[in-house]
């Protein structure tokens, strides 16, 4: 009986540390839930074996409730990591309803008087989801070029981890390392902390066969979502050598390469066959950055260089000499322009990486707030600057979070409109010359303009003396401070409204439009340029000072005489083919004198599209440049309608314009 | 001389029953450990007569543990008993045919243990 006493006593301890565990890592997953994400198939799997420890000892000590409860859990466990049931929302949920069951339990033993609850109803509720038949997994077990000596010793999930990895694609690779026994444990579990970065480890098997004498060789099976066969790393063993058994994308089996193992003694030899593996480099982007900015500082060197020779030539006459130096020069920019068009397409990744999270997303908010929704995606594979497309993540997120929340109706509200029940969203990307759009479009109930009317005149952001074209009424929803819906919801109305989306495209060189149908939906057009490291500029002075004014915004540059300039309620305009357009001088802007002067005409640069569109007075235009755009840093980065700084080729710094944010200003102004 | 087993278990609780029950049995002695890596650093060290096994454990699980004693020649005739679930029927089948001697499912009555102890070793003697 004493026996007995202290096997309980080691089970309460033990038992109290897998539920820690356990909650550990349920936290992990509701996280992970939280933020969108798959589950990590590392912490289901230590979920599993947590409870899959618990329940084989509650067993031993012969508590049966506790037992039962805990196969309950880990037979969804088992499921969960096998892929044979989908994770979601109420899998979660009874994951953590199970866990206060176990942890109640427990307690009720240290503190018999505690009343034990009721397990019966959360045991029921697995029981009803694991009712229907388990998911199958693909009849034939893919297993590539894996050495089928180490298939043989596979437990059911390794199986099911290389099955699942290969069929996403991605790189399997076998790494052989030789470590001394007396100190293997330590190298080996240092190893497998290197490897975590770049991938999961399926398994480590020590190989057999050979004599220990020389020490101890493990084979380690992993799965890399991206090429880390080149990664310049200080393996903790002697002899490391990695090769790849299983190409990414390569479903099928490939001739797995097999050394002979004698041979791995001398470092050459290994070389050898890691070379021929892979032609894949990863590239720190910071490295890119760096060689972009090289680029953009050559480009602007050559042009210099071009002034030079133009001076010269003027001075000296047009001699042999000259002509050979024009040409050459001629050649070295086109070389400076090839260098920087492929530099670009280095940096180019195609959009469909954060289509892929947006879509997880919609999914989650769907199950969330219990409105279904079709989510449609196009142009995944339109490439964009890698900056561009981390940096356009979030708005785009806050976009469709409004659609789903505010566009789309209630499945109930969508039947009595004559809709599918089911809401539709479309997320499309598509070229179009030196720019990309992304859309997010949804088929809800569209923008209520008289709504935006009226809580634009509560919130006194409008004149109620005015009368406003619809284009402008929507304007008014990128105004901080403005949000139509009626109740704050948890999705969309966090504070984080359309005016931060609209600024943070606005720092991308970028311009958002909307075209909403009442009742039938609302479609949200972004534009956007495809790199932002380097564009052409029109160099412009204004007063005393020189501006840069991205070339991707102008659409024309106009003389107009003084004359033709009148004032309508305080505001500049100019008639330009029977429409409006408001001018804008920078001077009043940035409250800077605008000095006299005798002319009497002055350029105007039309900046901006279709409606949204306003024009620039400038006292001179210099011409048009490429310039590489440098942040101003956090102290002056939020200074309005300042995008950046730029270098022009003679050490002469000056400042680029914001034109989204100019636009907005002007606009707001005359309202 | 005693028989020495050595037991690998991640589970305390069920290390704890299997120590105890396999010195329940006459003549037998336990050296325990809590994963297969540590039990490759357990091998060299001294001459065992049985090990019992759990299978699921990370790294190193019970099936390349029982791989890598019928592997190699000084550990070859030591025999081999794999603890797993109803569950891991597969992962029993796998193991039988890398050479280990005999199965028991969890939970186990520890007479069942002793007599599959007692199975394995006399095969033996």
Same mark, same amino acid.
């Given at each position: 009986?004493?026996?007995?006493?202290s096997l309980?006593?080691?089970?309460?301890?033990?038992?109290?540390?897998?539920?820690?565990?356990?909650?550990q890592?349920?936290?992990?997953?509701?996280?992970?839930?939280?933020?969108?994400?798959?589950?990590s198939?590392?912490?289901?799997?230590?979920?599993f074996?947590?409870?899959?420890?618990?329940?084989?000892?509650?067993?031993?000590?012969?508590?049966?409730?506790?037992?039962?409860?805990?196969?309950r859990?880990?037979?969804?466990?088992?499921?969960l990591?096998?892929?044979?049931?989908?994770?979601?929302?109420s899998?979660?949920?009874?994951?953590?309803e @199970?866990?206060?069951?176990?942890?109640?339990?427990?307690?009720?033993?240290?503190?018999?008087d505690?009343?034990?609850?009721?397990m019966?109803?959360?045991?029921n509720?697995?029981?009803?989801?694991?009712a229907?038949?388990?998911?199958?997994?693909?009849?034939?077990l893919?297993?590539g070029?894996?050495?089928?000596? =180490?298939?043989?010793?596979?437990?059911?999930?390794?199986?099911?981890?290389?099955a699942?990895?290969?069929?996403?694609?991605h790189?399997?690779?076998?790494?052989?390392?030789?470590?001394?026994?007396?100190?293997?444990?330590?190298?080996?579990?240092?190893t497998?902390?290197?490897?975590?970065?770049?991938g999961?480890?399926?398994?480590?098997?020590?190989?057999?066969g050979?004599?220990?004498?020389?020490?101890?060789?493990?084979?380690?099976?992993?799965?890399?979502?991206?090429?880390?066969?080149?990664q310049?790393?200080?393996?903790?063993?002697?002899h490391?050598?990695?090769?790849?058994?299983?190409q990414?994308?390569?479903?099928?089996?490939?001739q797995?390469?097999?050394?002979?193992?004698?041979?791995?003694?001398?470092?050459?030899?290994?070389?050898?066959?890691?070379?021929s593996?892979?032609?894949?480099?990863?590239?720190?982007?910071?490295?890119?950055?760096?060689?972009?900015?090289?680029?953009?500082?050559?480009?602007l060197?050559?042009?210099?260089i071009?002034?030079?020779?133009?001076?010269?030539?003027?001075?000296?006459?047009?001699?042999?000499?000259?002509?050979?130096?024009?040409?050459?020069?001629?050649?070295?920019?086109?070389?400076?322009?090839?260098?920087?068009?492929?530099l670009?397409?280095?940096?180019?990744?195609?959009?469909?990486?954060?289509?892929d999270?947006?879509?997880?997303?919609?999914?989650?908010?769907?199950?969330?707030?219990n409105?279904?929704?079709?989510?449609?995606?196009?142009?995944?594979e339109?490439?964009?600057?890698?900056?561009?497309?981390?940096?356009?993540?979030?708005?785009?997120m806050?976009?469709?979070r409004?659609?789903?929340?505010?566009?789309?109706?209630?499945?109930?509200?969508?039947?009595?409109?004559?809709?599918?029940?089911?809401?539709?969203?479309?997320?499309r990307a598509f070229?179009?010359?030196?720019?990309?759009?992304?859309?997010?479009e949804?088929?809800?109930?569209?923008?209520?303009?008289?709504?935006?009317?009226?809580?634009?005149?509560?919130?006194?952001? @409008?004149?109620?003396?005015?009368?406003?074209?619809?284009?402008?009424?929507?304007?008014?929803?990128?105004?901080?401070?403005?949000?139509?819906?009626?109740?704050?919801s948890?999705?969309?109305?966090?504070?984080?409204?359309?005016?931060?989306?609209?600024?943070?495209?606005?720092?991308?060189?970028?311009?958002?439009?909307?075209?909403?149908?009442?009742?039938?939906?609302?479609?949200?057009?972004?534009?956007?340029?495809?790199?932002?490291?380097?564009?052409?500029?029109?160099i412009?002075?204004?007063?005393?000072?020189?501006?840069?004014?991205?070339?991707?915004?102008?659409?024309?540059?106009?003389?107009?005489?003084?004359?033709?300039i009148?004032?309508?309620?305080?505001?500049?305009?100019?008639q330009?083919?029977?429409?409006?357009?408001?001018?804008l001088r920078?001077?009043?802007?940035?409250?800077m004198?605008?000095?006299?002067?005798?002319?009497?005409?002055?350029?105007?640069?039309v900046?901006?599209?279709?409606?949204?569109?306003?024009?620039?007075?400038?006292?001179?235009?210099?011409?048009?440049q490429?310039?590489?755009?440098?942040?101003?840093?956090n102290?002056?980065?939020?200074l309005t309608g300042?995008?950046g700084?730029?270098?022009?080729?003679?050490?002469?710094?000056?400042?680029?314009?914001?034109?989204?944010?100019?636009?907005?200003? @002007?606009l707001?102004?005359?309202? | 001389?005693?028989?020495?087993?050595?037991?690998?278990?991640d589970s305390?609780?069920?290390?704890?029953?299997?120590?105890?029950t396999?010195?329940d049995?006459?003549?037998f002695e336990?050296?325990?450990?809590?994963n297969?890596?540590?039990a490759?650093?357990?091998?060299?060290?001294?001459k065992?007569?049985?090990? =019992?096994?759990?299978?699921?454990?990370?790294?190193?699980?019970?099936?390349?543990?029982?791989s890598?004693?019928?592997?190699?020649?000084?550990?070859?005739?030591?025999?081999?008993?794999?603890?797993?679930?109803?569950?891991?029927?597969?992962?029993?089948?796998?193991?039988?045919?890398?050479?280990?001697?005999?199965?028991?499912?969890?939970?186990?009555?520890?007479?069942?243990?002793?007599?599959?102890?007692?199975?394995?070793?006399?095969?033996?003697?």
């Amino acid at each position: 009986m004493k026996k007995q006493d202290s096997l309980l006593k080691d089970f309460i301890v033990e038992a109290e540390e897998i539920i820690e565990t356990v909650d550990q890592n349920l936290y992990l997953l509701a996280s992970e839930n939280n933020n969108g994400e798959e589950p990590s198939p590392s912490v289901i799997h230590s979920l599993f074996r947590a409870v899959h420890t618990l329940k084989g000892s509650a067993g031993m000590v012969g508590l049966t409730p506790l037992a039962s409860l805990s196969h309950r859990m880990e037979d969804m466990l088992d499921r969960l990591r096998l892929g044979k049931l989908n994770w979601n929302n109420s899998v979660l949920e009874l994951l953590t309803e @199970a866990t206060n069951g176990l942890r109640a339990s427990l307690q009720s033993m240290s503190s018999p008087d505690q009343k034990i609850a009721d397990m019966t109803p959360v045991m029921n509720r697995i029981e009803k989801t694991l009712a229907g038949e388990p998911l199958q997994e693909d009849a034939a077990l893919i297993t590539g070029g894996v050495d089928p000596e =180490i298939l043989k010793t596979f437990t059911e999930y390794e199986s099911h981890r290389l099955a699942e990895n290969m069929k996403k694609g991605h790189h399997i690779y076998e790494m052989r390392a030789r470590y001394k026994l007396d100190s293997f444990d330590v190298d080996l579990a240092r190893t497998l902390e290197q490897i975590k970065p770049f991938g999961e480890v399926i398994t480590s098997l020590p190989a057999t066969g050979l004599s220990l004498d020389a020490g101890i060789l493990f084979k380690i099976i992993i799965a890399s979502k991206e090429d880390f066969i080149h990664q310049e790393i200080k393996w903790a063993g002697e002899h490391t050598q990695i090769i790849e058994i299983v190409q990414a994308g390569d479903q099928t089996s490939r001739q797995a390469e097999k050394p002979v193992l004698s041979q791995i003694n001398n470092n050459e030899e290994l070389s050898d066959s890691i070379r021929s593996v892979t032609q894949t480099v990863r590239v720190d982007i910071a490295k890119l950055d760096m060689l972009m900015n090289i680029v953009g500082e050559l480009v602007l060197s050559k042009s210099v260089i071009h002034q030079i020779a133009k001076a010269l030539i003027e001075k000296n006459g047009y001699s042999s000499v000259g002509a050979d130096f024009q040409k050459t020069l001629d050649n070295m920019g086109k070389k400076i322009g090839e260098l920087q068009e492929n530099l670009i397409q280095v940096r180019m990744t195609p959009v469909g990486q954060i289509f892929d999270r947006l879509v997880r997303m919609v999914k989650k908010i769907s199950r969330e707030i219990n409105k279904p929704v079709n989510i449609h995606i196009s142009g995944e594979e339109t490439a964009l600057d890698k900056t561009m497309i981390e940096a356009i993540a979030d708005p785009l997120m806050h976009l469709i979070r409004n659609a789903i929340d505010h566009g789309l109706e209630t499945p109930e509200e969508r039947t009595r409109s004559g809709k599918s029940e089911v809401g539709n969203i479309y997320l499309r990307a598509f070229s179009k010359g030196n720019h990309v759009l992304i859309e997010v479009e949804d088929d809800g109930q569209g923008i209520e303009l008289q709504a935006v009317y009226q809580k634009a005149i509560e919130k006194k952001l @409008a004149d109620a003396r005015r009368e406003y074209s619809p284009k402008e009424l929507i304007d008014f929803i990128f105004l901080p401070g403005f949000s139509t819906s009626k109740k704050v919801s948890d999705l969309s109305g966090r504070g984080v409204g359309l005016d931060v989306v609209a600024k943070n495209i606005s720092k991308l060189s970028g311009m958002v439009e909307v075209i909403t149908d009442p009742g039938r939906g609302t479609k949200f057009s972004i534009t956007l340029p495809i790199t932002l490291i380097i564009i052409r500029a029109l160099i412009v002075k204004i007063g005393t000072e020189t501006y840069a004014v991205p070339l991707n915004s102008v659409s024309e540059s106009l003389i107009v005489d003084l004359k033709d300039i009148q004032s309508i309620d305080q505001r500049k305009v100019v008639q330009l083919r029977g429409h409006t357009l408001s001018l804008l001088r920078l001077e009043e802007l940035f409250h800077m004198n605008t000095p006299s002067s005798s002319e009497t005409s002055c350029y105007v640069i039309v900046i901006g599209s279709a409606e949204k569109r306003i024009g620039l007075i400038v006292d001179d235009i210099e011409g048009q440049q490429e310039i590489v755009i440098k942040t101003l840093g956090n102290i002056l980065g939020s200074l309005t309608g300042i995008a950046g700084a730029c270098e022009l080729g003679n050490k002469k710094t000056i400042l680029v314009l914001d034109v989204a944010m100019l636009i907005e200003v @002007a606009l707001k102004k005359n309202k | 001389m005693n028989k020495k087993v050595l037991v690998i278990e991640d589970s305390s609780t069920m290390r704890s029953l299997i120590v105890t029950t396999v010195e329940d049995l006459k003549g037998f002695e336990t050296v325990e450990v809590k994963n297969g890596i540590e039990a490759l650093k357990m091998l060299p060290t001294q001459k065992f007569d049985l090990i =019992i096994t759990d299978i699921n454990m990370p790294n190193i699980n019970g099936l390349e543990v029982v791989s890598f004693v019928k592997g190699h020649p000084q550990y070859q005739s030591i025999p081999l008993i794999i603890v797993s679930t109803e569950q891991g029927e597969k992962e029993i089948q796998k193991g039988l045919s890398l050479g280990a001697s005999d199965y028991l499912t969890k939970p186990f009555h520890p007479e069942n243990l002793k007599k599959v102890i007692q199975k394995v070793m006399n095969g033996r003697a």
